[in-house]
């Protein structure tokens, strides 16, 4: 690959298709280097070889399909890679559960223009460049960790860097758009201009106060809080956050901090993120009365009477705050 151009892969096993995007992707020779793939399996192999940036994948395929490519690619590939697949609409459920269970990045239906495969391409390598932001620095570091969705971009909205929660928010919430060029952008003409001012202004003054803007989903999933603050060199900061939800630690991080077994454990992370007694009965694979035996124990053990105290000091331990692996 030579110069700063992006590396590029698509895979079809239909040798007309892949032809064709030879053809209508030429112009993009010059920033991107693309290479072209028939046999999935190959695909595979090179892609453990190679840093792609962008894999871009039909669905459809003999041997292995797209999803079940993706998937091995990623037990042997870059963790930076985005990808994409190419699907027909009978095949539109199995695209949307792609995104769900093994995070690709979007999904295109065919035939697709090549104008919108070239903009969700850019959007695409464009995550992929703000992962990439000085991977090495400890603040990047220590927000990739976090669980809270945090975003960092320039005083035009352009993002500069966000860490895995802000892209699990960034993907799945339908009132936050990422165009081509990197700007982030919300629903709502309202939300929109509040959005952009107070985006400019943290960028450009240090001494502002937080703005919070509520962002819509135009499919009617719950809102976001959009809270944004300065940090300095001309940026700000963004944290996405649910109202009224709460990610509870791991199961390690409940043994280490409270002394509980595992089940006991696994019991406490269940009634944290909501669930009932019976719910961590069938987690814990125990019989209802023997989780609520467990129960008591846990109350015992962290000095609270009832399930919304439970929940509560769960929720405000600093181990919240700590990404799952």
């Known amino acids: 690959m030579s110069g700063d151009r992006k590396l ?18 030429r112009p993009q020779q010059e920033r991107w280097d693309m290479r072209f793939e028939s046999d999935p399996r190959a695909a595979i192999e ?34 930076d890679t985005e990808y994409m697949l190419l699907t027909g609409n009978a095949d539109l459920a199995s695209a949307i559960d792609a ?44 927000l990739a960790a976090m669980t809270p969705a945090v975003a960092v971009v320039d005083g035009a909205g352009k993002v500069v860097y966000f860490n895995e929660s802000a892209d699990e928010v960034l993907k799945s919430h339908r009132g936050i758009v ?19 001012e107070a985006v400019k202004k943290a960028a450009e003054e240090m001494d502002v106060s937080p703005r919070f803007v509520t962002v819509s989903d135009p499919e009617d999933f719950e809102p976001l809080m959009a809270v944004i603050t300065p940090v300095g060199q001309g940026r700000a900061a963004i944290m996405f956050t649910v109202p009224g939800r709460s990610v509870p630690p791991s199961v390690d991080s409940l043994v280490e901090l409270f ?11 269940t009634i944290a993120s909501g669930g009932t007694v019976e719910d961590a009965a069938t987690n814990c694979n125990v019989t209802l009365e023997t989780a609520r ?17 439970l929940v509560q000091l769960i929720l405000t331990t600093p181990a919240a705050l700590i990404r799952s692996r």
């Open 8 to 25: 590029v892969l698509f895979v079809d096993d239909e040798a007309m298709m892949l032809s064709s995007l030879r053809r209508v992707l």
């Open 46 to 79: 090179l892609a453990s070889e190679t840093r792609f940036d962008v894999i871009v994948s039909d669905l459809r395929m003999p041997v292995l399909n797209g999803i079940e490519m993706i998937g091995r690619m990623r037990e042997t590939g870059s963790n």
């Open 99 to 142: 995104i769900n269970e093994t995070g690709v990045f979007r999904f295109l239906t065919k035939p697709c223009a090549s104008e919108n495969l070239i903009e969700a391409i850019e959007v695409a390598l464009a995550a992929v460049a703000a992962r990439r932001e000085q991977p090495g620095h400890m603040a990047t570091a220590a």
């Open 178 to 196: 990422v165009d081509r060029n990197g700007t982030v952008y919300v629903s709502g003409t309202q939300a929109r201009t509040e959005f952009r």
């Open 259 to 269: 002394g509980l077994t595992r089940v006991e454990a696994v019991l406490a992370q």
């Open 293 to 309: 035996t467990y129960l008591k124990r846990i109350f015992q053990k962290l000095g609270v009477r009832r399930q919304v105290d």
